[in-house]
């Protein structure tokens, strides 16, 4: 265990990570209703107000499986990609499939 | 069944019910936190969870009566209110970062209930309801927060842990290697004390 992982447990900061968890748990909400937002009225501009870097922090821990089809988008969430594969799926995976 | 029982002579809406009682202790959760009222906090918690857990499957009904209970005018009240402390690298800070954890709770709860009205969704009606009725400048502002509220938490932990060694270890200077700029720095000095000794 490093030095880190010691100041962690004894400062009782479990998970400084759940800060991130939340963040991604708005993320995904975003990025999901982005899909309907179709005349980019709401998302897109709101999107415009947080540093890229921050919005590529984001992305690239949400993962996601997206079904995209002419319709419509269909987004399996992160809280249940666990559940559905196990480990199979890293955090900041996206799955993007075309039908 | 949680709005209507179809077998009882009056049905009762818990939905509705539990979504009033949320609206009724939103204006005292941020006080509730900085109290220490933990029961308080824990309810508004499990109230979400059971909102979420409600529309999950999806049930499509439950979505639908949950969206026209005002739910989403209580999202962005509770995010608006509800917002960490800061954190700096002193012992005594344990409990406001245990009121951050619950913070971290409760908001993550109302992201999940969020999530729960795009679960499985087969028409623009809900989703619309969403975009029109939600605060988005304000959902990008959570992400904001938690972004440099982890950064600062990462940075207050790096230094406490840079501290321990020096106790520990004295001249040695062990450090972390998680990358963040304090680790980098720390890693710079002792590599510059390494050189001068």
């Not at chain 2, 992400?143 to 938490?153: A, P, S």
Request: hydrophobic share 40%; aromatic share 12%.
């Amino acid at each position: 265990m490093c030095e880190f992982e010691c100041a962690q447990r004894r400062t009782d900061v479990e998970k400084p990570d759940l800060c991130i968890e939340e963040g991604i748990a708005f993320y995904f909400v975003m990025v999901h209703i982005k899909h309907y937002d179709r005349r980019n009225l709401y998302i897109q501009p709101a999107f415009e107000l947080i540093s890229p870097h921050i919005l590529q922090h984001y992305h690239e821990r949400t993962g996601y499986i997206e079904i995209v089809s002419a319709a419509m988008s269909i987004f399996f969430p992160p809280f249940s990609y666990h559940n559905m594969f196990g480990n199979a799926f890293s955090p900041g995976m996206h799955v993007r499939l075309l039908c | 069944m949680l709005h209507i029982q179809r077998f009882n002579a009056r049905s009762y809406n818990f939905l509705s019910n539990v979504v009033n009682y949320l609206a009724t202790i939103e204006p005292e959760l941020a006080n509730a936190i900085m109290k220490k009222d933990w029961e308080l906090v824990d309810g508004a918690f499990r109230g979400f969870l059971m909102i979420s857990d409600a529309m999950a499957g999806p049930n499509r009904e439950n979505q639908k009566v949950i969206a026209d209970t005002g739910i989403f005018d209580l999202c962005d009240r509770i995010l608006a209110r509800i917002r960490y402390e800061p954190v700096t690298p002193t012992d005594d800070q344990a409990e406001v970062w245990l009121a951050n954890d619950y913070r971290q709770k409760i908001k993550t709860a109302v992201a999940r209930t969020l999530s729960g009205f795009l679960e499985g969704v087969s028409s623009d009606e809900l989703p619309n309801q969403m975009l029109a009725l939600l605060n988005w400048n304000g959902l990008i502002d959570q992400m904001r927060e938690c972004y440099t509220t982890w950064e600062v938490y990462k940075e207050v932990v790096c230094r406490l842990a840079y501290f321990a060694c020096m106790n520990v270890d004295g001249r040695t200077h062990k450090h972390c290697t998680c990358g963040c700029a304090v680790c980098t720095c720390i890693a710079q000095d002792a590599s510059n004390m390494h050189v001068s000794n």
